[in-house]
T-cell receptor
Framework: EAGVVQSPRYKIIEKKQPVAFWCNPI?????LYWYRQNLGQGPELLIR????????DSQLPKDRFSAERLKGVDSTLKIQPAELGDSAVYLC????????????FGPGTRLTVL | KNEVEQSPQNLTAQEGEFITINCSYS?????LHWLQQHPGGGIVSLFM???GKKKHGRLIATINIQEKHSSLHITASHPRDSAVYIC???????????FGKGTKLTVNP
């Protein structure tokens, strides 16, 4: 069974440019998470979806970040415009069932903003 | 102060040594996770604990709910164990994991 797929794996852009990350969760997983991980830190939640509904986006910087999960499967996270401080690894994770079940993480997208 | 504190931040060991990584947290939790992150790779879940002790191969995880403390032990460490080990807690009544900063383990041959 394929794991969580993310693309691209690496992205280098100049500040003020837009960027988008894509995530394909494990088939059948209803919960999808986007995390941001800064160097030397643990992941921080940006947004959580239950199927197609964003149920926790309290830590998503809504002035420049947006996300969608159309049809409750794949998800896209967008930054427009990117700032230097957005350089980080963006991780997608998915989960089947309740909150005590394991989250499965993708390999992440490493974003560098110059 | 972070809700989840890990120690040490960095740990270097020789192959074969017994490793202990500690995690302390300040809130009531319903579960605690130990995760492994290899350089350039994603995160893999090792254990989820709500009480007692779990063992998987050379890895052992323990938790003391009263003391708000968990430990991850690695017996007979090997260079392939080199990774960042992250503790994450699920606060009671919350759906959101709170992560520690991780402990970077390097095991030398």
């Amino acid at each position: 069974e394929a794991g969580v797929v993310q693309s691209p794996r690496y992205k280098i852009i100049e500040k003020k440019q837009p960027v988008a990350f894509w995530c394909n969760p494990i088939s059948g997983h209803n919960t999808l998470y986007w995390y941001r991980q800064n160097l030397g830190q643990g992941p921080e939640l940006l947004i959580r979806y239950e199927n197609e509904e964003a149920v926790d986006d309290s830590q998503l910087p809504k002035d420049r970040f947006s996300a969608e999960r159309l049809k409750g499967v794949d998800s896209t996270l967008k930054i427009q415009p990117a700032e230097l401080g957005d350089s980080a690894v963006y991780l997608c994770a998915s989960r089947l069932g309740g909150k005590y079940n394991e989250q499965f993480f993708g390999p992440g997208t490493r974003l560098t903003v110059l | 102060k972070n809700e989840v504190e890990q120690s040490p931040q960095n740990l270097t060991a020789q192959e074969g040594e017994f490793i202990t990584i500690n995690c302390s947290y300040s809130v009531g939790i319903s579960a605690l996770h130990w995760l492994q992150q290899h350089p350039g790779g994603g995160i893999v879940s090792l254990f989820m604990l709500s009480s007692g002790k779990k063992k998987h191969g050379r890895l052992i995880a323990t938790i003391n709910i009263q003391e708000k403390h968990s430990s991850l032990h690695i017996t007979a460490s090997h260079p392939r164990d080199s990774a960042v080990y992250i503790c994450a807690v699920l606060p009671g009544g919350s759906e959101k994991l709170v992560f520690g900063k991780g402990t970077k383990l390097t095991v030398n041959p």
